[in-house]
């Protein structure tokens, strides 16, 4: 029994196959029935749509869309009660004036009593209904009523009396009645409904509106001048403000802002016209009185009204009306250029109040005002100071022409001197003083020393013109301005220090000697101040200039002809050439080479009157432009050199009369052929054309060209030896560009030597033989077209393999 069980055992574990291929196998097995089984259902999917009937999908029919209004009902009601106002208000004004005559006294009372009665209550009992825009309306018209009631009393009790008197009684009264009955109708009670306040808008902005009239009315019905009008002006606006200030309702506050800005504008122009006007102290004192007032109130308005900006810009008016009105004062008794210093004191006075005590945005609009008079006392002084700077230079049309009496005369050659400028040197110099000892700010403090070194730096400039120095002694200022400067290290010094240099410059072109030595101490001060580091680049370029000017004057002064002057001013290019080899900074160096480059130019211009000169100065330029292409960083400069040397044999042969091309295309093509060289020998790789076509070129075509134009016989001889040589030279090298350029050059001069041989060959030929000849010349063609398809190969091949 055991044996058997053992036996049983061993057999149930012994597996075939082994279980790893039988594991496989289920897998696969498992895997082909998922596979099957998806199948499967995806066809029964599919079969239960086939059999399932078609229903058709809902359709929801949605109404159209209304139309959108295209004005809300507000909008509406609030468009027809405007015109149904307007409308009543036409009729009743009709009514009035065209209607009135056909009535008696008792009539028109009552009718215009009883409409403006009716008119004015009924917005009480609309506002208990809540009806607001209705009553609106109604009151609107009943206001205007008002109006209308007045007129009408006027014109039936009072017919002959003053109208500008009545005009302000009615203007009082409507006034305070419009007034009274806004408030009333803001005490009734409203609806339980209603959420907001039942109180009419209309009648207290308009009761406002009508109050800028009485005061100025009545000063105007008790015989005020001018004076008392503006006064009562300014009143009104300082009324306005206080209103705007103590008043919480919107619409009467913005009534009363539009009111302070527009009377008070217009009395402060009247003011200001007034104080400009002023013939004597009394009347001047009135306008003082005037601008105070107006101050005042611009002061009450910086020291009251909320918002930093808001009291800024007002604190500036403010002050500007101090200085106009203490001005206003000084300016009677003072010349009108005096006037301007009056002014410019007054607003620098307010600087001493931007120290004290008052609010911020008051200090800083104090300050704002008094930058601001500054800034116009400093434009009043531009006319002086851009005759001063510009005008000297209509010296350059008459040099030599003769000293000036004096500096003023100098600066206005061609235009006048500005009137009332006598005090602008001392408007200058003191808003530079303010500014070098006002201004604290860190932020600000080096602009404004800046801005006051350019306000000195003016001042200087236009003193020897204002006072009418002598034109030597204004020469000697600007010269010891453009030393001061240089002495400086700022920037501005030294920019401020280049621009006195050119109006001096010009200011010297007046006598021969001034020029001269002009000329020379700004060469040197100008080198030295580049040598120093000041704005090196441009300090050393207005050096060059400079000494190029020298030079043409010291020629022009010897009485040379120009091309002789051309020499002496090829020494500021040999300067800059050297200077370039010693200068650091690559900004300096360049801008001193562009400077002798300059100046070469003006010396090539300067002789090209005579052809012997002119080529010197090519051929000595040309040796400077190679001295320059020595160094490493200047080797593209070469080929200038080259070019001026090139320029200089040519107009040395046009000077010896020389009319053969190959005189002038020679001197191009040997250098052309030794750079080359030198080329292939560094670069074995560069192509012949590259290296010896432009100079083979420059020769073989000019001489070609001279050749067909029936030269004698020893040019196309040369000519033709010169290219065999040439091409016998292209192919001992293997080289295309000698090869091709020289065997077309001698076909060509070949083909022009037989050129008459052929014609008379031609000639004698019966007419036949061309065609014949032409068609021998296919025939052969034909016959051995693969040959010559082989033998076009092997030369292509061949030129191909040439460098």
């Known amino acids: ?42 066809r029964r999917a599919w079969l239960l749509t086939v059999l399932q009937p078609a229903r058709p999908a809902p359709v929801t029919l949605s109404p159209a869309a209304p139309p959108r209004p295209e004005a809300s009902a507000p909008s509406v009601q609030n468009v027809l009660l405007l015109l149904g106002a307007a409308l009543l208000t036409l009729a009743a004004i009709a009514f009035t004036l065209v209607s009135w005559g056909s009535m008696g006294i008792a009539g028109r009372a009552l009718v215009l009593g009883a409409v403006t009665l009716a008119t004015l209550g009924a917005p009480v009992a609309l506002l208990r209904r809540g009806l607001r825009s209705t009553a609106e309306s109604l009151a609107g018209l009943g206001l205007v009523l008002t109006v209308l009631d007045a007129y009408a009393l006027h014109e039936v009790a009072f017919p002959d009396g003053d109208g500008t008197t009545f005009a302000a009684a009615a203007a009082t009264l409507l006034a305070a009645l419009w007034a009274a009955y806004g408030i009333g109708t803001a005490a009734l009670p409203g609806p339980a409904s209603a959420q907001d306040s039942p109180a009419l808008r209309l009648p207290l902005p308009a009761a406002l509106v009508l109050a800028q009239l009485p005061l100025i009315l009545w000063v105007i019905a008790a015989g005020g001048g001018l004076r008392t009008s503006t006064a009562a002006v300014l009143v009104t606006a300082v009324i306005d403000m206080l209103v705007a200030l103590r008043v919480s309702l919107k619409s009467v506050r913005f009534v009363a802002v539009g009111g302070a800005f527009g009377m008070g504008g217009w009395g402060v122009l009247a003011a200001g016209l007034i104080s400009l006007s002023a013939a004597g102290p009394g009347a001047a004192a009135q306008a003082t009185a005037l601008l105070i007032l107006a101050a005042a109130g611009a002061f009450g308005a910086a020291w009251l009204v909320p918002g930093p900006g808001l009291r800024t810009g007002t604190a500036v008016t403010g002050g500007l009306l101090v200085v106009a009105a203490l001005g206003g004062v000084l300016r009677v008794p003072l010349p009108y250029e005096w006037a301007v210093l009056g002014y410019l004191a007054c607003g620098i006075g307010l600087l001493a109040l931007v120290r004290g005590a008052l609010p911020e945005p008051v200090r800083r609009g104090l300050g704002q005002a008094s930058a601001a008079v500054q800034g116009i006392a400093l434009l009043l002084t531009l006319p002086a100071v851009v005759t001063t700077l510009f005008g000297p230079a209509a010296w350059v049309s ?20 500005p009137t009332h400028e006598t005090t602008a040197p001392l408007v200058l110099i003191a808003v530079a003083t303010v500014l ?74 007046a006598s021969e000697p001034a020029t001269l030595a002009v000329l020379a101490s700004l060469t040197a001060l100008l080198a030295g101040a580049a040598w120093r580091g000041r704005l090196a680049p441009v300090s050393a370029g207005f050096s060059l200039g400079y000494a190029t000017a020298l030079a043409c004057a010291a020629g022009a002064a010897l009485d040379w002809q120009p091309q002789h002057v051309a020499l002496l001013v090829l020494a500021v290019p040999v300067t800059a050439a050297l200077l370039a080899t010693r200068l650091a900074d690559p900004v300096t160096t360049l801008v001193v080479e562009l400077s002798g480059a300059v100046a070469g130019l003006l010396a090539i211009g300067l002789a090209g009157a005579e052809l012997p000169i002119l080529a010197l100065v090519l051929a000595l330029c040309g040796v400077i432009t190679a001295g320059t292409a020595l160094r490493p960083e200047r080797r593209t400069v070469g080929y200038a050199a080259a070019v001026l040397f090139v320029l200089a044999t040519w107009v040395r042969l046009s000077a010896w009369d020389v009319g053969s091309p190959e005189a002038y ?6 250098p052309a052929l030794l750079v080359g060289a030198l080329r292939r020998r560094r670069d074995p790789s560069a192509s012949s054309w590259t290296a010896y076509g432009p100079g083979l070129a420059a020769t ?18 040369l000519l033709g030896t010169a290219a065999l040589a040439v091409t016998l030279i292209g192919a001992r090298h293997r080289l295309q560009a000698p090869l091709l350029l020289g065997g077309a050059t001698l076909v060509l001069d070949t083909l022009h030597e037989l050129a008459p041989y052929l014609a008379q060959v031609v000639g004698a030929l019966p007419r036949w033989a061309p065609p014949a000849l032409a068609g021998v010349l296919l025939l052969a063609l034909g016959a051995t077209y693969e040959q010559r398809i082989r033998d076009a190969r092997r030369v292509r091949e061949v030129l191909g393999k040439m460098n």
């Open 1 to 42: 029994m055991s044996y058997g069980g053992h036996a049983t055992t061993l057999r149930d574990m012994t597996h075939i196959p082994p279980p790893a291929v039988e594991l496989r196998i289920l897998d696969a097995e498992l895997h082909q029935l998922d596979a099957r089984r998806a199948q499967l259902l995806h």
């Open 398 to 417: 008459h040099i030599w022409s003769g000293a000036p009496d004096d500096a003023r005369a100098a600066a206005t050659m061609d235009i006048p001197w």
């Open 436 to 509: 070098a000892l006002a201004v604290r700010s860190t932020a600000w403090r080096q602009r404004a020393l800046a801005a006051a070194l350019t306000l000195a730096w003016m001042t200087a400039m236009i003193t020897p013109t204002t006072l009418q120095l002598p034109y030597t002694i204004g020469l000697l200022v600007d010269g010891l301005i453009v030393v001061a400067l240089l002495s400086l290290t700022h920037r501005i010094a030294t920019a401020l220090a280049l621009g006195t240099s050119l109006v001096l410059a010009t200011l010297s072109l």
């Open 665 to 670: 295309t020679l001197a191009v093509t040997v």
């Open 700 to 717: 073989l075509a000019p001489s070609l060209l001279a050749a067909w134009a029936d030269s004698p016989w020893t040019r196309p001889l």
